[in-house]
Structures are given as structure tokens and as C-alpha cells.
């Protein structure tokens, strides 16, 4: 197209955004214009994309980070030919897949976006994807505001690109100079972005980004730069094109007051469809399996950490299945990632300590087709809970896994101890949540992770812990195991990994006392197993909860919600960790927590000595 073109297309774009905005009563009309001109020429000249087959394997990514501008991604859509006018003017009515913003309710959007800062590191984990897995020229096109570049997770982004040396990952920055209440913090200082992007390595080009021929040539000239990421700088105008709007505060997230005029402003309403270009031939390499799965096997009474048998079950893993990829946040000797890392080395990425980038770049590497495990302290996995929130909005199926749960590591202290891990990662959507007890166990949930849809969490342990079930045993997601039961049962406990094993040593000293107790292991932590728990209380009347976490949002309110149909509710009480922990051993932590075999065994007694005088 010749720069006229462009310029109409562009003009076509914001008059899409403005009537979009005004069908619904809401939206962000001058945020989508000013990056209309960006968009234009990207659509035009230099995205490859089959809109008809967007599960080709060639197709170039475009992540729109600045997600609240999706007026312009659906304009563009509209001028690829791929939504018509109809359903434009359905923009956030209900049912209609042109959300606020962009989520793969609509095939061409990877992920959901909106949540500011993201659309950066999860176009990282792309184009890593594209440069060491696939090795497919195809590029990652990551739209971005000026706002969200305060946003800490674009600078572990930005080093991480840089690091990677990924020359198929372009930045398109509009710097349009408002965000939502005012200025931004540096305004139209272009070089100001130029000058921290150069630092950390990364090739930039400033520009008029109303200049459909200066952002052509910065296009052409990201796409032809090696060995490094570049940055488009792009000074926009917010609202651009119409007076009453463009540049003013006060008009963002608004349509715009008469959209009628300030269409006729625009020079009225256009239908133009581009021929956007086709990606390249190209075939996927990651779709094979190269044999059988031979999990690692432990016997009966050995003592082997959680943590140990999910490393060594990643690695038969990815040797079974080569769309396996596993990430570490440099801790990878601690969770046991590194067993992969030496086995399968191409298809292992370090992190280092970023965890929003860890949990983006597997998001990133689920939607080119991989199935990715990503593995920190369950302590550290907090730090990324939005980039959690925004893969189950996305619809991502990637495995997490926190190692170093609990008071049960010991001496560490409170800094390293997962205890919210199980309530943050319940409270997702969709999300299943594990918590093996053995290494057999742990080693069949790893294996059973790879086909769960959604955001999966796997919470692994640091001591070592007795074997207890056999190399055969079968460990179905949303099921449990009872250790321990009879028909003389006065109370059942429930437990999950570290307690499980306190819970037993309990119950045998109970039964010394004569006093009979259920065993329960709850591995899965959500689903739950209500059946075998309701059973439990038919039979017991009480059920004692004990777990390594805050008693808040973990086991013992999943078992609670299992009661929550409407059913009489049985006796319940919790054991959980209610204080701050201190440095101590393993033993003296789970003690002061009040979650050991011998506090466990005093809540019995006590329980059962009420029941007596209570009957």
C-alpha cells in the first residue's frame, strides 16, 4: 500500500474504535487511536498471519499488551476480513467474543491481556519458543502502552529478551503521554525509553508514530536487526484526529461525546479489507513422542523427598514426550529441575530469579503448543500470583510446581515457607491443585499433570519422607487414599504430604490408647474427593484437618466445601500453622505450629473425651 493508503487504513481503524466504543456506552476509543497508525502499517506491510488457519505453525504472534485498547485490535480484525461490521458493534455486549479486553475467546488472540505489563514477558516466552524450540522465523509483535512500562514486570522482560538475544521479538511502544488520570511519568521523552531499553541491550528506533513512512521503515528495520530485540518508540497522539479529544485529560476509558461528528472528523466511515500477508511453509517439530513412560520407581520404606521425585519424574517425562519443557527460576537445584536440564537441555530455560517472567514465559511457550513445568519456592510463586490470575483467563495449561512448602523445611525461616501457596493457587479458576506425600506418588501426579487443562499446581516438599506406597499404586486427580480405617473409627483425619505422615505415626499411637482412627490422605487438593470425605464422616462422625499452611484457604476448607451441597455438616476442626514461624528444626517447626503426630493426638483425645461427656 502507498502512504495515502495507509494513512486511510489508519483513519479506518480509529473511526472502527470510535463506533465500537460508542454501540457499547464504553470503552477506550482514544487509547485505540492513538495507536492507529502503528496498527496499519503492522496489518499492511509486515504481520504474516493466515486469519483463515491460525493454528499454522508460521503465523507471527501479535500480543496487544495495552489490552484496554482493543477497539483497534478488533478494527483491525474487521480490515483483515476476519469479523465483519455486525458483530464490530457488538463490542462488550454480552455473549459477543469482542470483549473489553482481548481474550482466545477469538482464535487469533493467544492470551487474555489487560492486566498491564504482561503482554511483554508472555511475548518472550513466544519468541524463546520460535528461536530455540521451533526454529521458525516467525516474529512476536508486542503492542505496548507508555503507562505500563512502570510496570517491574516489563523490565524482567526486557533484560530477559536481551539475554536471549531474541531478534524475532519486537516492542512497539506508544508513547502517547496520558495514562488514566494524567501524564505519565516521563510523557513524550522518548529518548527516556530509549536510553534504559539501550541499557539493557536492546536495539531502539524513535519515531513519529503518525508518520505511516517512518513507522514502515522502523518495521523493516526490526525485522532486519540480528542478535537483538528492538524497540519501536513511537510519540503518538492520545485521541488523535479529533480536536475534542486528542491529547486532552480527562477522556480516557470514555466514548467519545459525539461520535457522529468526530467520525465526519475522521473523513467517515471506510471498508477497506487488506490481503494480509501469508506466513511461510512451515512444519511442527515438537509433535512427537519418542516412546513409552518409565517413571522412576521407589520402594516401600525408602526415604526420598517430593521434591527429588518430581525432578527425576520430569526428566522420564520429557523423555517420553518431547513437547515437554521445563523452567527454573535459579533454584533448580533446590526444586530438582535440574534433573531435566541435564537430561533434555534444549528444552530447559532458566529464569533466573523472575518469577513473573518464569510464570509469563511458560504461558508464553503453552500457546506455541509445548506443556510446560515451571518450579520455584512455593513462597516465590506468590510473587506472580496475577500472572497466574491471567493464565487461567487465558485458558493456559501450564504445571506449576513450589518446592520448600511449609514449616517443615526447618531452619530457612518464615521468608521461605510457602503457607498461602494452597489457597492462592484453590482460588483460580479452573486451577488443580496437588500435594503428594511420597515419591511414587509424587511421580504419577507429575506424569498425570501433562493432560490437565488449565493451571495445575504440584506442592513438593524438602525433607525426606518414608516411601509408603508402591511403584503401581494409581493416584487419579481428584481422588484420595484411606491409610488407615475401621468400623471403630472415633475420629478421621485428613492430611496431605508432610501431615500425612505425621497423621499416621499418630494413629498408631492411638490405637495403642484404644482409640481407633481414620486416615485419610487428601493428595488432591482440588477436586476434592467429597465422596470418600463424606463417607469419612457418615462413618466417624468428626474429621480432624492437619496441614503445613495457613489455615485459611487450604486443606481444611477444601474439605469444609466438600459439606458445602446443603448436607449436615459434621464435626470439624483444623489443625494449620497459625503462627509466624522462627528458625528451628523440622521437627520443633511442626511442633510450635501444633501440626505433629503429637499434636494431632492430643486434638483426638481431646475430641473424643468431648464426645464422651457430649455424646
Not at 521479538?169 to 513524550?188: C, M
Amino acid at each position: 500500500m502507498q502512504d495515502e493508503q495507509l494513512t486511510e487504513l489508519a483513519q479506518q481503524l480509529r473511526v472502527d474504535a470510535v463506533r465500537a466504543a460508542d454501540a457499547a456506552g464504553s470503552g477506550h476509543p482514544t487509547s485505540s487511536m492513538s495507536a492507529a497508525d502503528l496498527g496499519a502499517v503492522l496489518l499492511a506491510h509486515h504481520l504474516r498471519y493466515d486469519f483463515g488457519r491460525p493454528e499454522h505453525p508460521g503465523n507471527d504472534r501479535l500480543v496487544l499488551s495495552k489490552g484496554h485498547a482493543s477497539p483497534l485490535l478488533y478494527a483491525m480484525y474487521v480490515a483483515a476480513g476476519a469479523v465483519d461490521d455486525e458483530e464490530l458493534l457488538t463490542f462488550r455486549r454480552h455473549g459477543s467474543r469482542l470483549e473489553g479486553h482481548p481474550t482466545p475467546r477469538l482464535p487469533w488472540v493467544d492470551v487474555a491481556t489487560g492486566s498491564l505489563g504482561q503482554g511483554l514477558p508472555v511475548g518472550v516466552g513466544m519468541a524463546l519458543a520460535g528461536k530455540r524450540l521451533d526454529q521458525i522465523p516467525y516474529r512476536v509483535w508486542v503492542l505496548s502502552g507508555d503507562s505500563e512500562m512502570a510496570e517491574g514486570s516489563v523490565w524482567e522482560a526486557v533484560e530477559h529478551a536481551s539475554f536471549e538475544r531474541l531478534d524475532n521479538l519486537t516492542l512497539i511502544l506508544d508513547v502517547n503521554r496520558l495514562g488514566q488520570r494524567g501524564p505519565t511519568r516521563f510523557g513524550w521523552d522518548l529518548d527516556a525509553y530509549a536510553r534504559r531499553l539501550q541499557a539493557f541491550g536492546w536495539h531502539t528506533v524513535e519515531i513519529d508514530g503518525h508518520d505511516v513512512r517512518a513507522v514502515d521503515d522502523a518495521l523493516s528495520e526490526a525485522a532486519g536487526t540480528v542478535g537483538r530485540p528492538t524497540a519501536v518508540i513511537a510519540r503518538t497522539e492520545k485521541g488523535h484526529g479529533v480536536a475534542a479529544v486528542a491529547d486532552q485529560e480527562g477522556k480516557h476509558g470514555k466514548p467519545l461525546a459525539d461520535a457522529s461528528d468526530a467520525i465526519a472528523e475522521l473523513g467517515g466511515v471506510r471498508t477497506a479489507r487488506i490481503e494480509v500477508q501469508q506466513p511461510p511453509a512451515a512444519q511442527v517439530l515438537h509433535e512427537r513422542h519418542t516412546g513409552g513412560l518409565t517413571l522412576p520407581a521407589y520402594d516401600v520404606g525408602d526415604k526420598v523427598a517430593t521434591r527429588t521425585a518430581y525432578g527425576q519424574a520430569l526428566a522420564a517425562l520429557g523423555s517420553a514426550r518431547t513437547d515437554v519443557v521445563a523452567l527454573d527460576g535459579e533454584v533448580g537445584d533446590s526444586t530438582r529441575t535440574e534433573y531435566f536440564a541435564k537430561e533434555h537441555p534444549g528444552r530447559h530455560f532458566q529464569c533466573y530469579i523472575a518469577e513473573q517472567q518464569l510464570v509469563a514465559a511458560a504461558v508464553g511457550l503453552f500457546t506455541r503448543g509445548y506443556v510446560p513445568y515451571a518450579a520455584t519456592f512455593a513462597a516465590f510463586l506468590t510473587r506472580a500470583h496475577d500472572f497466574i490470575r491471567m493464565a487461567a483467563v487465558s485458558r493456559a495449561s501450564v504445571n506449576l510446581v513450589g518446592s520448600h512448602a511449609g514449616v517443615a523445611i526447618g531452619q530457612d525461616g518464615p521468608s521461605q515457607m510457602g503457607l498461602e501457596d494452597l489457597a492462592m493457587f484453590r482460588s483460580v479458576p479452573g486451577s488443580t491443585v496437588l500435594y503428594p506425600c511420597d515419591a511414587n506418588q509424587t511421580a504419577r501426579l507429575v506424569a498425570a499433570m501433562a493432560d490437565l487443562p488449565n493451571v495445575s499446581y504440584l506442592r513438593t516438599s524438602r525433607s525426606d519422607m518414608p516411601v509408603i506406597y508402591g511403584p503401581e499404586e494409581d493416584f487419579p486427580v481428584g481422588g484420595s487414599k484411606v491409610l488407615r480405617a475401621s468400623h471403630r473409627d472415633r475420629v478421621c483425619v485428613v492430611a496431605a504430604g508432610v501431615t500425612v505422615h505425621e497423621a499416621l505415626t499418630a494413629a498408631a499411637v492411638l490405637e495403642r490408647e484404644g482409640i481407633p482412627v481414620r486416615v485419610v490422605d487428601l493428595y488432591s487438593v482440588k477436586p476434592v474427593d467429597a465422596g470418600a470425605l463424606q463417607s469419612a464422616a457418615n462413618d466417624t462422625g468428626c474429621l480432624l484437618t492437619v496441614e503445613d499452611h495457613r489455615t485459611e484457604g487450604g486443606l481444611g476448607d477444601a474439605v469444609a466445601e466438600a459439606f458445602s451441597d446443603g448436607r449436615p455438616m459434621p464435626r470439624l476442626i483444623r489443625l494449620g500453622v497459625r503462627n509466624i514461624p522462627a528458625s528451628a528444626t523440622p521437627a520443633e517447626q511442626l511442633h510450635a505450629s501444633g501440626i505433629d503426630a503429637e499434636s494431632i493426638s492430643a486434638a483426638v483425645r481431646l475430641l473424643v473425651a468431648e464426645a464422651m461427656v457430649h455424646p
